[in-house]
């Protein structure tokens, strides 16, 4: 069977399953709507973001608030378990694995540029543990940089004894970070969460965890979306880094900063342009464009798309690429120079010593 129509058959073969947790209806996927801050316990929230979910089109709507005394920004109501496994299903793994695999897979010079940030602060570490590590690739990419570091990997899908089966990490820890601190307690050098915090239903907890398996003199690294970034406002819905629904807290750095002090770190480096991401702008281009035509064919939709809706489909993404090209040009080329001027780096990255 050729890859395509192995594709349509995986589809059609998923379809009834989605179908049946559409028709359950969106209602069983969200916690009801909180009321407070959860980072500050303040009432003051203003609506940031109604949006929908722009990557894979799974039906559903969803608001972002924003609290008036910290700016915490966060999901709001917050999808359950139920609807957390609704709208990951299918996106790192089965269905979207190959795809993103291959995203992922081709982004070593972003992966050095994270193992380099540590390299200030231990140019050493003989222990590091990778938090929310995917299927591993950036432990195999700080390998180079740091060859003497043995680098273990966690995560809560399967992608952590992929990683381990690959020899990406030494030990492929699977399960929630917080329920596995205890047996790791102070065992790490150096413990980093890429992309990992904004992830989780309780950041907190998680900065918590990561206090208790780093070992004292240690390093934590944090990476996340800075919701402060100029391209939140301008972009709006567009702006990448939102990923709904997968994003559910987008935390100022001040507060991470503040958290971290009472947790008892010294935060030792904050960092703007090295974790900018320079795609704000193709992405925004690409998803509007991805919006506005016929959809592809996906397990979540009632049916596969007729012969016409694909060819529009084709025609509008042939005739979208000069913005492609050109949203492109500029990200790389004009923006990223400029990222910190502009305020518009879309990540940032802070480095924390354990007391
Ligand atoms: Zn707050």
Redesign the pocket.
Known sequence: MSEKSERAARIAELRPGYQADIAAGPDGFFEPRRTT?P????ARLTLRLRTTDLLQHKPGRFVLDR?E????TFQNPRLNERGLEFYYRDFYDGLGEKKLGDTFGSRTAMYRGRAESMLAHDPAPKTWLDVGTGHGHFCATARDVLPHTAFDGLDFTDGAELAEREGRVERGYRGDFPGLAPELAGRYDVVSMFHYLEHSTDPDRELRAAHETVRPGGHLLVEVPDPESRYARLLGRWWLPWLQPQHLHFVPVANLRARLRELGFTVVAEQHAEPHDPVDLLAAVWLALDHAAPRDDAPWLPGPPNAARRALRAALLIAGIPALVAGTLLDRFAVRPLSRRLGVSNAYRIVARRD
């Open positions: 801050c980072w500050c316990g303040s609290c005394d910290c700016g915490h």
